[in-house]
Nanobody, 119 residues
Framework: QVQLVESGGGLVQAGGSLRLACAAS????????LGWFRQAPGKEREFVAA????????NYADFVKGRFTISRDNAKNTVYLQMNGLKPEDTAVYYC????????????WGQGTQVTVSS
């Protein structure tokens, strides 16, 4: 089982930046991908970005391309989400989760971190 803990959320003005962190512990060996998702009040959870646990290829939702960057610090077993050019519509609880294989869904969700962007 993989345990995930998100941090780095907060209140920021539109146009500002935040860096979220997702610290992984436990049985991380064999993890296929780690992803970031978000859920705004009254809306369904949506995909934001993901990367292979071993590094390399990343993919992003269209609404964050060019603004958000996912990266990983191997030594710290931590995946980051650098968010620049934040917009009020980015306000949501952000979660990270792992995917065990290309055929499985994301699981092992963290507790989430709140991001609020004021206009």
């Amino acid at each position: 089982q993989v345990q995930l803990v998100e941090s780095g959320g907060g209140l920021v003005q539109a146009g500002g930046s935040l860096r979220l962190a997702c610290a992984a512990s436990g049985r991380t060996f064999g993890t296929y991908r780690l992803g970031w998702f978000r859920q705004a009040p009254g809306k369904e959870r949506e995909f934001v970005a993901a990367m292979f646990w071993s590094g390399g290829s990343t993919n992003y939702a269209d609404f964050v391309k060019g603004r958000f960057t996912i990266s990983r610090d191997n030594a710290k077993n931590t995946v980051y989400l650098q968010m620049n050019g934040l917009k009020p519509e980015d306000t949501a609880v952000y979660y990270c989760a792992t995917q065990a294989s290309s055929l499985s869904s994301f699981s092992s969700w963290g507790q989430g971190t709140q991001v609020t962007v004021s206009s």
